[in-house]
């Protein structure tokens, strides 16, 4: 009998260690067809041997796969291609209790931190705020009569001391910019297809591209590609998915300039990395290295044009911020996507009066800025955010 293609499952996971399979610990709703693709390279022996041929053999050269998969913009399922593509995560949670402050600076590395509050064991807390924000949970019942002692998973970040200390709970905010610190390389993935006949794992897979269309008439939507090592058969997954829901275009806030508009009709912002296979003389067929190079953003937006602000703002160059929100609930439910360039220059704006009312269409690219930047310093094009039930550590 035929295989179904509706019943098809696309997992993801972190990995540890980049090209080693994981098991997946999310699913990704997905549309039509996701496109897995084995690119096994076959050198071919054409060696003249007295015949009217030249096809004698073909001998397995290099090997990697790509991966293109697109759906609908979900509060959490849209952080994986978001982080993946650029790298740099800062997770922040809902303030519960108890909170305090450090009472002595901590470095990276640390396992303890100096509290001044009893924090239980199991706790999970955020320390610091911002880009410097770091969420673990408490390992071990606090020791001494305060300043408090608290067991800790190693830090990554190093803190101040007297910076806030808060027990912390769901939902969580990521801040996702570009990684300019270490090797500069975004965290690598796991992506599990089972197609109703097997199930097949893809290790090792860098994101290269997400983009993402918003239309006032219809969902948001967006388009991933990745590229990765050899794939590997696995077994049947047990999909779980969540209940968050896709989010439709018409509800998001648009500003440009840092002024409210709602003249935006439709719009697309596309990041984009460039990637390097590195295959090297090792005995195997896998690349030694995916690498990770320059990013890039552009996208397009379909205006009303009731006057010539933003036609003024492509013949003036005035490089406007632009920033989409979509943002709803409070407490526990609170949710939030937000894209934000702080600096879009404006490539080409053009009047169409192809309907009854009169449009501009515009063309930008944002620009490198420090005020995107996230934990690891530098310039970024743009800094998405994304509020959901997903704890820190999840994408990174």
């Not at 003389?281 to 933003?310: C, F, H, Y």
Request: with cysteine.
């Amino acid at each position: 009998m035929p295989a179904s293609s509706l019943l098809s499952v696309v997992g993801i996971a972190k990995e540890t260690v980049a090209g080693t399979p994981v098991a997946p610990t999310f699913y990704i709703p997905v549309h039509s067809s996701p496109k897995p693709v084995d690119k096994q390279v076959y050198l071919e022996d054409k060696g003249w041997r007295g015949s009217f041929g030249e096809d004698y053999d073909f001998i397995p050269g290099p090997y990697h796969t790509e991966y293109d998969l697109d759906g609908d913009v979900f509060y959490d399922a849209i952080g994986w291609p978001l982080a993946g593509v650029l790298g740099d995560v800062t997770t922040t949670g809902t303030t519960t209790t108890p909170t305090g402050t450090l009472s002595a600076s901590s470095i990276i590395g640390a396992t303890t931190v100096s509290s001044s509050v009893s924090i239980p064991n199991g706790t999970v807390i955020q320390i610091d705020v911002g880009n410097l924000a770091e969420i673990v949970t408490t390992s071990g019942a606090p020791t001494g009569a305060g300043p408090f002692t608290i067991p800790v998973p190693a830090l990554t970040k190093a803190h101040a001391s007297g910076v806030a200390i808060t027990a912390i709970t769901s939902p969580y905010t990521h801040n996702i910019s570009l990684l300019n610190s270490g090797t500069g390389q975004p965290p690598s993935y796991t992506i599990t297809d089972y197609n109703d006949v097997s199930t097949r794992q893809y290790p090792g897979m860098l994101f290269t591209e997400c983009s993402m269309k918003f239309n006032a008439d219809g969902l948001l939507t967006y388009g991933a590609k990745a590229v990765g090592y050899p794939s590997v058969v696995s077994s049947k997954p047990t999909p779980s998915y969540s209940a968050e829901r896709p989010i439709s275009g018409l509800t998001g806030t648009v500003q440009i300039g840092g002024s409210p508009t709602t003249i935006m009709i439709s719009g697309e912002c596309t990041i984009k990395r460039s990637e390097a296979i590195i295959q090297s003389i090792d005995g195997t067929v896998a690349p030694r290295n995916i690498w990770g190079g320059m990013v890039s953003v552009d996208g397009k937006m379909t205006l009303v044009m009731e006057d010539e602000v933003q036609l003024l703002n492509y013949l003036n160059n005035s490089q406007p911020s632009l920033d989409l929100n979509y943002a709803f609930g409070s407490g526990a439910t609170a949710r939030q996507f937000r894209l934000h360039l702080s600096s879009a220059a404006y490539t080409a704006a053009t009047v169409e009066r192809g309907k009854d009312f009169v449009e501009l269409s515009v063309t930008y690219k944002s620009r490198f800025n420090s005020s995107d930047a996230g934990y690891s310093g530098g310039y970024s094009p743009i800094k998405a955010t994304v509020q959901n039930l997903l704890p820190s550590g999840t994408y990174k």
